[in-house]
């Protein structure tokens, strides 16, 4: 894998950090109330179990999988729930655990959808936020780190589903598109 890595762009330091800071900011926003955690697979899975454990409150945990129809590197706005949550929310303070967010097409029916399940609330954390290329407002309460319009895998983010293990943020070589 490092062979193909044209640049790293967020080294797991920076991550780890970064994640220690949500935590503590998830932590004083969500006292006292009833927080779930939502997070979309399979992007969310480094970030979502790092910054868990730096919430220091009780939460429970859902999942859901979505798939964008659209190219690889491109969203089309289309999302298919593969897989649904497995509790209801109503009433619940839900935050949805992301890796990026790009177009924020993905984003903005997730939370349609999650809303009109009568929550008491629906927030957005995202480890990343790539706003040159957004056509849906999104509100973010929670981002990482802004990012250039760049390809990037690592830390849960896959290209063909390979570079996902990769404990921090980087750029392709772009031989490695061609093969
Ligand atoms: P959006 O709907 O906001 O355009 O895109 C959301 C999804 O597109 C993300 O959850 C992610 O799966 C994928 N995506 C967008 N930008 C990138 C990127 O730079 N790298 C990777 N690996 N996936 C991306």
């Not at 970030?47 to 220091?56: A, G, N, P, T, Y």
């Not at 957004?134 to 929670?142: G, L, M, P, T």
Request: aromatic share 8%.
């Amino acid at each position: 894998m490092e062979k193909d890595i044209l640049k790293i762009m967020i080294s797991e330091e920076e991550i780890q950090k970064k994640v220690k800071e949500i935590g503590q900011r998830i932590t004083e926003d969500y006292k006292g109330r009833d927080l779930l955690v939502v997070g979309i697979l399979k992007g969310c899975m480094l970030f979502l179990s790092d910054l868990v454990k730096e919430i220091k409150l009780p939460l429970t945990m859902d999942f859901m999988v979505v798939s964008s129809y659209g190219s690889a590197t491109k969203s089309s706005g289309v999302v298919r729930i593969i897989k649904d949550l497995e509790r209801e929310i109503q009433d619940k303070d839900v935050l949805i655990i992301e890796d990026i967010v790009d177009t924020g097409l993905t984003l903005s029916y997730l939370m349609e959808n999650l809303k009109t399940r009568n929550p008491r609330s629906v927030k957005v954390c995202s480890l990343l936020d790539k706003p040159d290329r957004r056509k849906a407002a999104v509100d973010i309460e929670y981002v990482g780190f802004t990012i250039p319009d760049e390809f990037v895998v690592g830390y849960g983010l896959d290209y063909s589903e390979v570079y996902r293990n990769l404990p921090f943020v980087c750029v392709l070589k772009p031989e490695v598109y061609m093969k």
